[in-house]
């Protein structure tokens, strides 16, 4: 129930965790870290009863799994990139099924083993239990400092993937042997029923996120033109997925069976879809807004959980001196039985896979070491009824309590051990360093930015706006960095590299001004896809040093909801030969512009005193490809339209259509900012001039 003293926990709660951003810098922890010694302080000071409104805002199995593990999961999943993850898909599933099954046995039996030696014996079923919930590994704190620590984006995806992907492999299992706990084990019938319920849990969850995702992705492209509606989708869009499977999954029996769906499985495959296929439809004032909104909901739950962990580290029974020596075992114990659940798998997946495929062994030793505990696992021991019971269990603690205690002793040796060292882990490994292309690229940014502060310190002294002799200081300054980063630059044999660099800008370019192009509707849905698509191709394969991608392919089938979409479509309303070709005016006008936008913006930087800060060579290469972008696409266009005038006719009109809305919009967004109407004449000018469009 929520009280005003439990609100007040809430929002005292956030705001302390926002101030301990600053504060964990300072002490040099890692946030979630800090957050947790904030929870231990509070649980303690909670006893007193000026404070006691702290104690009035607990860690709840409604809480967690309705709330904050939904925005923890779709924000994660959103932002993923599903090409990417479906280059590593195998190692991905291999990790998050086969690993943690093989952490869950080995944790469950060896723990079993050692208890009786101990002289505490615990059914089997409760130690394996407690392997299937303290194997899923918390996404959310070890990326942050992965992110923080520079680590390389295909391993931070991999553990990403990996983690998304065994939370719910981990839930699903967890929830089978919880039922066996509850209601007893019956030879076949029981192991085949687990079968039939883990096995629809992942393919049902899997449907089941397509669906639903596919459904708010369609109404987020019809609430396109309201930004407030399309936000509010995607918030409705993670909470109704994991709640709507959840509801279903208890429903769902067909004669002795029960076919579950996985909510975990069923939110990330939303969130995927959404995030991939679905944020094109987001208008691009509301997509930025979108990514932050859900980073900041995700910094909320997160903050909360990791507080009230601390919280819940104080309020846990107190242990005798033999249940201290088990919890210290089991923390060994779980370090193990990850490293048993990484080397062995990985290992053999390298032997089966390519050169590039392969995962480097100190790849392997990080992702051993960098397996956190949080959210999730505490989530699953709630889960545990109060009463459940065990015949024989000699325990002065419940079940329940006894794997709270080894939880909670487990996710805080992850997080004071492993997540404070995982930075020194990584320079020892040299997973921190900088690629060559990465070392061009640094360079290059510094001696931009020098050169930018020059300039415009320089006209902001002619201007008046600061003092000719600060000015004149910070200029020498500023000039002496971009000389020393031109000359790192020319003493290294950099072309390749700064050709690689100029392409991938280059790209970026041409990405940016598309987008534009989509936004004030010059080209449509499919163009944009297309086109985008094709720009993503040339961009990954110039990352990897193919300087001469195939130029004329769109996709490769690692956009996998993009091809299911697109077969969808084939299906339901295929183009007519005029939608085709009105399509592929678009498609070549389109190339023609940004084609051009690219040439402004790097003849600028030619004929600009930065000139030096690019292989010259480099440069006049990337200026003559895309000189001759432009001439081919700008033929092609001017083909079709003396080939079919008609189209030409209707398309210019629509265009010079939507370039007069994009004029208008933007002259009334001007006037506004400059308060030169009042909000209600905004809102006014603005509906007569969609309603006009």
């Not at 080995?106 to 014996?121: D, E, K, S, T």
């Not at 360079?443 to 930018?452: K, N």
């Not at 183009?575 to 936008?597: F, G, H, P």
């Amino acid at each position: 129930m929520l009280t005003a003293n439990a609100t007040l926990a809430i929002f005292t709660m956030l705001g302390i965790s926002s101030l301990a951003i600053f504060w964990a810098k300072r002490v040099k922890l890692p946030h979630t870290v800090f957050l947790v010694v904030i929870g231990l302080v509070l649980g303690v000071i909670a006893q007193f009863p000026a404070f006691s409104f702290f104690s009035e805002f607990t860690l709840t199995p409604e809480l967690l799994f309705y709330l904050l593990l939904p925005t923890l999961i779709f924000e994660s999943a959103y932002n993923i990139n599903v090409r990417r993850m479906v280059e590593d898909t195998k190692i991905i599933l291999i990790l998050s099924v086969v690993g943690l099954l093989v952490s869950t046995v080995v944790i469950g039996a060896a723990l079993y083993f050692i208890l009786a030696f101990l002289g505490l014996p615990v059914p089997f079923i409760v130690t394996l239990l407690f392997g299937a919930l303290i194997s899923a590994t918390d996404p959310v704190a070890v990326l942050a400092l992965f992110k923080e620590y520079g680590a390389p984006r295909r391993l931070s995806l991999i553990f990403e993937g990996e983690s998304l992907f065994n939370d719910a492999t981990a839930v699903a299992l967890f929830l089978v042997l919880l039922e066996v706990a509850q209601f007893g084990y019956h030879g076949f019938d029981t192991v085949l029923e687990g079968v039939v319920t883990f096995t629809s849990m992942m393919i049902g969850g899997v449907l089941f996120g397509i669906l639903i995702g596919g459904i708010f992705t369609k109404l987020v492209g019809l609430a396109r033109e309201n930004e407030i509606a399309s936000i509010t989708l995607t918030i409705v869009l993670a909470h109704v997925t994991f709640i709507l499977a959840e509801v279903l999954s208890h429903h769902l029996h067909f004669g002795n069976y029960h076919f579950a769906l996985s909510p975990i499985i069923a939110t990330t495959v939303a969130a995927l879809l959404m995030g991939n296929y679905g944020r094109s439809k987001i208008h691009p004032r509301a997509e930025e807004f979108v990514e932050n909104l859900w980073g900041q909901l995700a910094f909320m739950a997160n903050s909360l959980i990791f507080i009230l962990i601390g919280v819940l580290f104080v309020n846990v029974p107190s242990l005798d001196a033999s249940m201290i020596i088990v919890v210290l075992v089991t923390i060994l114990l779980v370090a193990i039985a990850r490293a048993i659940s990484i080397y062995p798998v990985v290992g053999a997946f390298n032997i089966f896979s390519n050169k590039d495929s392969k995962v480097p062994m100190s790849w392997q030793h990080l992702l051993s070491w960098g397996s956190l505990r949080g959210a999730l696992a505490v989530t699953m021991v709630l889960l545990i009824p109060d009463e459940l019971t065990f015949a024989g269990w000699n325990l002065e603690m419940s079940p329940k309590d006894f794997l709270l205690a080894l939880t909670v002793g487990c996710i805080f040796a992850t997080l004071f051990v492993k997540a404070t060292t995982i930075q020194t882990f990584m320079r020892r490994l040299k997973l921190d360093a900088l690629t060559e292309i990465e070392k061009v690229e640094a360079q290059e940014a510094r001696a931009l930015i020098h050169h930018e502060v020059q300039e415009r310190i320089s006209h902001y002294s002619e201007r008046g706006y600061i003092d000719p002799k600060v000015a004149s200081e910070f200029c020498l300054d500023h000039t002496a960095k971009y000389e020393a980063a031109c000359k790192d630059l020319e003493s290294a044999d950099t072309r390749e590299l700064s050709l690689r660099v100029l392409r991938m800008y280059a790209i970026g370019i041409e990405k940016k001004h598309l987008k534009e192009l989509y936004h004030h509707n010059e080209v449509n849905e499919s163009v944009y896809r297309r086109l985008t698509g094709k720009l993503q191709l040339q961009l990954e394969a110039i990352e990897v040093g193919n300087l001469a991608p195939n130029m004329s392919i769109h996709t490769d089938g690692k956009d996998v909801f993009e091809v299911m979409a697109g077969s969808i479509r084939k299906f339901l309303k295929p183009k007519t030969e005029e939608q085709r070709t009105s399509d592929l005016y678009m498609y070549y006008r389109a190339q023609t512009i940004i084609s051009r936008k690219v040439l402004k913006e790097l003849t600028a930087v030619e004929k600009s005193s930065a000139e030096h800060i690019f292989n010259a060579e480099a440069l006049s290469h990337v200026l003559d490809l895309y000189t001759n972008f432009r001439a081919q696409s700008e033929r092609k266009m001017n083909d079709l339209a003396d080939s079919h005038p008609e189209m030409h006719r209707q398309l210019s009109h629509s265009l010079a259509l939507s370039s007069v809305h994009k004029i208008e919009e933007t002259t009334l967004h001007e006037l506004y900012e400059r308060q030169l109407i009042t909000p209600k004449l905004y809102i006014t000018l603005k509906e007569e001039i969609q309603n006009n469009g």
